[in-house]
């Protein structure tokens, strides 16, 4: 379907829960608005999401989803700003991004950016940053994140995974300072493959 505003915010206005995913892809959860730039089956509204989400109102959508979408977005910081300006406080940021030790990534010549676990900290005031601190003065725009968590599972190497799902992710996602002590010492010898994130915007 291609953009329909008005569609789009009788949605909004109408929907108990309104959740949307970004670059959704084909086939999207029925129950979610799911934008992509494609026009492919399943996909609710297509629009050009290098220019930001200006057509939603603020503080209107509960959820925002994301799965192998942000790495490839060049104007990141608009897109980040018009996610924490959706976002009804409380609402959710879910993100799925790859790991920047992630090997297989650098072959997509559509990935604009890589990701790690302080990546989003650059969007957090620092009391609710890990223990390595990084600059947040270089937006206004500020989230809390609640959950990060590493995966090494590759769907590609079945056998690969017992190992890697069974034994190295539980550990390495034991708490924060496992997750700190992976990424700093690690992550070129255990290669994950990506990176999820749960946050909510301070308002």
Partial sequence: MSWNTEQLLNEI???KKVVIELGCGPNPDKEVIGIDLLELDGV??????????????????????????????QN???????????????????????????????SDYTHRRFFGLYSFDYFSKPEHQLKRKVPAFYNQVKFRTMRRKIIFKSPEFPIRNLFRSKIIQPIFNLNSFMQELYEGSFCYTFAPQEIEFEMT???
């Fill in 76 to 106: 990141f910081d608009t897109m980040i700003r018009d996610i924490h300006r959706i976002l009804k406080p409380g609402g959710l940021h879910f993100v799925v991004v790859p790991h920047f030790a992630n090997p297989y990534y650098y």
């Fill in 13 to 15: 206005k109408n929907r």
């Fill in 201 to 203: 915007p301070e308002k």
């Fill in 44 to 73: 609710n509204y297509v629009t050009n999401l290098e220019e930001g989400l200006a057509m939603i109102p603020d503080s209107s959508i509960d959820e925002v989803r994301s799965r192998h979408f942000l790495e490839h977005i």
